[in-house]
């Protein structure tokens, strides 16, 4: 989507009312957003704005979680309270906003404001990146509503989480260089945890599968925030699904790009063993 800069730019109030009025977002909503900030135009305030406006959306009897995933460092250390979010403007203006928690995990912790904020982040440290018991997973069990600004399934990082709970053949497998690492997080007091791998991301740009799947069921709401068109569906009708479909052949969510660095693989992971 190109940005009109003659166009006016949106407010805060805009997206306020827009969140509340096309995207039916209510206080006391469980949000799991992701967000591209360009999608949106021309915002007055820039993603900080965006934030606040969510935030007003759900108010404090809400809860929002988004994304702030960080590569492996080259060091291999990741720093709770600095690394940035590798995961978009809109993810690291969250992050920093005063009242935000932070998820302890050394490449996909996630952060949250609002009434269950710690109640989902808690612990993360403890299960798994993307799989069950997740911050995006307790989220969505607790009635959360996934909002894609201005993205498609293909970011949807909740998906991962229906690969754990059938546990594909291809689950636990290091795909990217960078995973196969012991990876340290440094909080800001000084302790130290080590962190062997094992939550080794996978490829989502098959989850177009399930976004098709969920459009056919009319479980997928289109609506828009500023000039991003987005979607919005239940956490759990979306892991229900993708667990169907999973079920029903494990390589339902891979992709068909030949040079994809998981894909293939783990097809080939998935095919029947034996003679
Ligand atoms: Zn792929």
Known sequence: MTTDASAPAWTEADLTKQLATDCAVRPGDILLVHSSMKSLGRVEGGPQAVVRALMAAVTEAGTILVPTYTSPQP????????????????????????????SLHPTHSVSAWGRQA???????????????????????LAGGQVLMIGCS??????????????RTPYFGVVFYPGYERTLTMALADGTRIEV?????????????????????RRLITHCRLGAAACLKFSGRECLAVAVEMLKADPTALLCHNERCAVCPKARELCRPTGR
């Open 118 to 140: 710690r109640e989902f982040t808690d612990g993360h440290d403890r299960t798994s990146g993307l799989g069950a018991k997740s911050p995006f997973h307790k989220a969505a």
């Open 75 to 102: 060091d291999g250390v990741f720093h709770h309270a600095s690394t940035p979010s590798r995961t978009g403007l809109i993810t690291e203006a969250f992050r920093t906003m005063p009242g935000v928690v932070r």
């Open 153 to 166: 399934m293909t970011s949807c990082s909740l998906v991962h989480v229906s690969e754990a709970i059938v």
């Open 196 to 216: 062997p791998p094992k939550d080794n991301p996978t490829d989502s740009a098959g989850f177009t599968a399930l976004q098709a799947e969920l459009d056919r």
